[in-house]
């Protein structure tokens, strides 16, 4: 039996004890898998993308280890922490059936500092963390000896990524990895994508990897909630407060969870306030989530989406992606959902598993959000999604790539080079592009030679590293594309912790004044 038929076959097994027929596109992608082709897997939300990648990564690496566990050998990128756990679980589950002597783990900003200790000296065979994380696992020492192991790699939510220098951010990491293992097979996955092939171009870094669609009958409703009295209705504003009994009206007549989407923390946390304010006897029945809430609340209302025990959550794109909670009925979308990509993906938190409907009501806030609701959901079910390319060469992520390389090994000025041209977004770079950025890390460039904390990067021995442990520490405190404000915990004066928050905003408050915050 040769590789490709025998991962079929055990793939086939494990579903069928479960009752369950394995789709076309699932089969398409073990046999590419098995064969060590890279690819992009473009399906429905809730079709069974995660399977299809999952066993054929189970397929590609060892079914034992020696003694213990296999080192590290899989890979898989998540663009969400709230993401990460749930991923982990689904991938978990097959594994500890098929592959009993491998281990599971996750790596993000959510992960204690006792397992990142545990970790630190074993790796898990396979690993579920963001590219912040894996970017910092690259400033190791020993990066090479720890990932050059690494036969599969999995991004999911590759729409999310990709145009976008957190995307960018990938492909130098994958650029790296390739270097380190030639053989590493590369898959994508994304459910809302206008530009396949060149997404998948950008991902695996060339044009011949294997393009999969899912073709998934689901059926898709778009519809909008209107205003009591229309010809009442406001036309400015953004937070749709008029619209607060006929949203609650909806919640009280679903018979499972409603999430009710928001695009800001602040329109979230009044929304939810909205709603307890017109129901009073729904306190401990609904939730609010955003990715400022302290990790414990976020896992709370996660748990309680999946148990169905929530009436409703109000949420920012913290519960965007694809979290799998099956008791969710119905998804309002309050205001314009900023595109028709992102509508579909939150349509997508509902009816999330094969045969069943997926529902989004868009609720809007203003007249003149009637009609964007209903040209986006002409756009949505005639399929026109936005295209999403990649950011062309940029020097803020290489500088700080350059220094991420310098402190995993150091690397020479030639070899990085040809490396960087194998990212899609530097596949153009000049040797000129390279030196300045190189002459930037080293010295400051032509401005800011004068400083020395601007010398990031020295030859030593013929390599390129980081010299100064001061300048090694905060680079990693600061590794990533996200840029922000300062974030300062909110916390009670008798113990316990909200979450954090951006400090422009605290320093716009004077004392004595009030805030709503997690909900209170």
């Known amino acids: 039996m040769n590789v490709e038929v025998e991962a079929e076959a055990e793939a086939e097994a494990w579903f069928t004890q479960r009752g369950w027929l394995a789709h076309g596109f699932q089969r398409e992608v073990w046999a590419a898998m098995a064969t060590g082709h890279s690819g992009l897997l473009h399906a429905t939300t809730g079709s069974g993308k995660t399977h299809a990648v999952s066993f054929g990564a189970i397929a590609r690496g060892p079914a034992v280890g020696g003694r213990g566990a296999p080192p590290l050998g899989v890979l898989w990128l998540t663009p969400m922490r709230a993401l990460a756990a749930d991923t982990l679980k689904a991938v978990s589950a097959p594994i500890a059936e098929l592959r009993p002597q491998w281990t599971a783990g996750l790596r993000t900003g959510d992960t204690t500092s006792a397992e990142r200790a545990r970790q630190d000296k074993r790796w898990p065979t396979v690993l579920v963390t963001t590219p912040e994380s894996l970017s910092l696992m690259m400033t190791r020492e020993a ?35 390739k270097r380190w293992n030639p053989g590493v097979v590369i898959w994508g996955l994304s459910a809302t994508l206008g530009n396949l092939s060149e997404a998948m171009q950008t991902l695996v870094g060339h044009d011949r990897g294997a393009l999969v669609q899912g073709r998934i009958d689901k059926r898709l409703v778009i519809d909008t909630l209107l205003p009591d009295n229309p010809g009442r209705f406001t036309w400015g504003g953004h937070l749709g407060a008029q619209m607060q009994p006929a949203v609650v009206r909806e919640i009280d007549a679903a018979t499972g969870t409603t999430l009710v989407f928001t695009n800001v923390r602040s329109q979230a946390e009044i929304w939810y306030q909205l709603l307890l304010e017109a129901r009073p006897d729904w306190a401990g029945q609904i939730a609010l989530h955003h990715g400022s809430l302290d990790k414990a609340v976020r896992e709370w209302v996660e748990a309680g989406l999946k148990a169905g025990t929530l009436k409703a959550v109000v949420a920012t794109s913290s519960l965007d992606l694809g979290v799998d909670f099956l008791p969710v009925e119905r998804v309002l979308q309050i205001g314009s959902a900023k595109g ?29 959000e009637i009609i964007e609701a209903a040209a986006a959901r002409q756009a949505a079910m005639a399929g026109r999604v936005e295209q999403r390319h990649s950011p062309d060469k940029p020097r803020d992520v290489l500088v700080q790539h350059l220094v991420t390389v310098a402190l995993g090994g150091g690397f020479t000025a030639d070899d990085m080079y040809t490396e960087l041209l194998g990212a899609h977004a530097y596949r153009h770079l000049t040797r000129a ?16 030679h004068a400083y020395p904390e601007y010398h990031r990067v020295a030859l030593v021995e013929g390599l390129y590293k980081v010299p100064d442990p001061g300048i090694a520490r905060r680079h990693k405190l600061q590794v990533g594309t996200i840029v922000g404000d300062t974030a300062m915990k909110v916390a009670w004066q ?27």
């Open 494 to 520: 008798s113990g316990g912790t909200l979450g954090t928050i951006e400090e422009s905003f605290i320093s716009r408050l004077s004392p004595g004044d009030c805030f709503v915050f997690a909900g209170r």
């Open 143 to 177: 990066a090479r000896a720890e990932l050059q192991g690494v036969h599969t790699v999995v991004v999911d939510e590759w729409h999310e990524l990709i145009g976008s220098k957190r995307g960018v951010q990938v492909q130098l990491a994958l650029a790296r990895l």
């Open 433 to 448: 592009e390279f030196d300045w950025a190189l002459a930037f890390v080293e010295r400051g460039g032509e401005s800011l």
């Open 340 to 368: 028709v990509a992102r509508l579909l993906q939150r349509a997508g938190r509902s009816g999330h598993a094969p045969g069943r409907a997926s529902r989004v009501t868009i609720v809007p806030t203003n007249t003149l």
